[in-house]
């Protein structure tokens, strides 16, 4: 559905932009420029979908920057087109798809999207809050209606009035699997591994445990990408440029309210678990105990400039650098202090799979989950970190950089 209305947008762009310029070229560039920035908006989730304000906002941002990129474009360009033009485009368009989105998206929901009724095979009292999240996120779209604990009489006589299977416990299903085979033909059979990742874009821990060999077997194949090196060293020397004059500005401030050193350092885990100097502006006052602590700890040490270079990660710019060299990527699970690590590691199952790639400036549990102080948030978010683990990508890559920016905006994580 989201993937129909992104290219509902692209294509309303398009005509739009095209009446008015009749440059093909640009049009095109607007419109796919729009829908990036849209994207990177999330303004093709469903929570925004539901919403015609959200839909305002985000698309309101997302036209705001478009038209920055188009009006340089239309600079260089061998055609020039008045800038009246682009901004009555740009107009039109920003009152056109929020509202095309929001019907679109109300008419999939309550005309197409028909409820699909499972029976689960597994033990309601182990999964069924994961399934109840499912259920909410899917708006309705995923219904578990029984869950049987498999013997041959409960499997023969339940399975034919639900659509589909979900295997929630693999060892169960293997008990009932001769039993299910008859039905493979008429029913879906799926597995709670595929539907959570697909839904919740995490793996709950306990999900994990449900199916271990075949997790334990994805995330040892992880492994870095030359693509992902060259994004890296391309992007770390790009945002080294693009930063210089905020971390010079800000190493001043901080000179003048709190005195030297500007440069704040610290040992944190890597790639293998590799200790490694991570690199950053310092936000905060000097440290007295040398004691490791989460930053939402030590909000009386905060610098008055820390309190705006922290939320907008200007704090962080310096640690281009440590990409450069190779010791964190641009996209990762961020390093936590070795004190941390030592201990997550002993108190939370799976958590030193985190370690099997770079490190990251931002990273999928970034920009999908809130910053982390307690063991639970700290599990939740490790969630997150193996299901990028698990499914990294170039394209995954490219799609977290953008969502950062949306991220930085909403004040997302960062404390």
């Known amino acids: 559905m989201n993937n129909i209305i992104l290219l509902v947008n692209l294509i309303i762009s398009f005509l739009i932009n095209y009446s008015l310029s009749t440059n093909a070229f640009l049009a095109t560039i607007t419109s796919v420029l729009l829908v990036l920035t849209a994207y ?3 303004t093709y989730e ?3 979908l539901e919403s015609l304000n959200e839909q305002l906002i985000r698309m309101l941002i997302s036209a705001f920057f478009t038209t920055l990129f188009v009006i340089l474009i239309n600079s260089i360009d061998t055609i020039s087109l008045p800038t009246h033009k682009i901004f009555t485009g740009t107009l039109l368009t920003y009152f056109a798809l929020p509202f095309t989105n929001v019907l679109c998206y109300n008419i999939n929901v309550n005309r197409f999207q028909k409820p699909k009724k499972y029976l689960v095979i597994g033990r309601k009292e182990e999964i069924g809050h994961i399934l109840d999240e499912i259920t909410e996120k899917s708006k309705g779209k995923y219904i578990f209606s029984d869950y049987v604990n498999p013997s041959p009489a409960t499997v023969q006589q339940k399975i034919a009035k639900y659509d589909n299977i979900l295997v929630a416990n693999f060892e169960l299903y293997k008990h009932a699997q001769y039993l299910i085979e008859p039905y493979k033909s008429l029913k879906k059979i799926e597995y709670l591994s595929d539907l ?9 821990l306990e999900v994990i445990d449900k199916f271990r060999e075949y997790y334990e077997l994805e995330f040892e194949k992880a492994k870095e990408s030359p693509a992902k090196r060259i994004i890296d060293v391309l992007g770390g020397i790009i945002g080294l440029v693009i930063f210089s004059p905020s971390i010079l500005i800000s190493s001043i401030i901080i000179l003048i309210e709190d005195g030297p050193p500007v440069v704040f350092k610290q040992l944190r885990i890597g790639k293998d678990n590799k200790e490694f100097l991570l690199i950053k502006l310092r936000s905060m006052r000097k440290q007295t105990d040398g004691k490791a602590k989460f930053a939402d700890q030590e909000q009386d040490r905060i610098l008055k400039i820390g309190k705006i270079i922290r939320p907008t990660r200007i704090d962080e710019s310096l640690q281009f650098w440590n990409i450069l060299k190779g010791d964190m990527s641009i996209v990762g699970p961020r390093p936590e202090q ?9 108190k939370i199952p799976y958590y030193s799979y ?3 790639l770079k490190p990251g400036l931002t990273g999928w549990a970034q920009i999908m989950y809130q ?6 948030e700290v599990k939740r978010k490790l969630e997150y970190d193996l299901y990028y683990i698990k499914n990294r990508s170039t394209l995954m890559d490219l799609r977290i950089i953008l969502q950062t920016i949306e991220a930085v905006f909403w004040r997302r994580g960062a404390r």
């Not at 070795?338 to 002993?346: A, G, L, S, Y």
Request: hydrophobic fraction near 30%; aromatic fraction near 16%.
């Open 40 to 42: 990177a908006f999330r």
């Open 46 to 48: 469903y929570d925004s």
């Open 196 to 204: 959570s990742e697909k839904v919740l874009k995490r793996i709950p």
């Open 338 to 346: 070795i004190p941390f690590v030592r201990e997550f590691e002993q």
């Open 354 to 356: 985190r370690h099997k």
């Open 371 to 376: 910053y982390s102080s307690t063991l639970e």
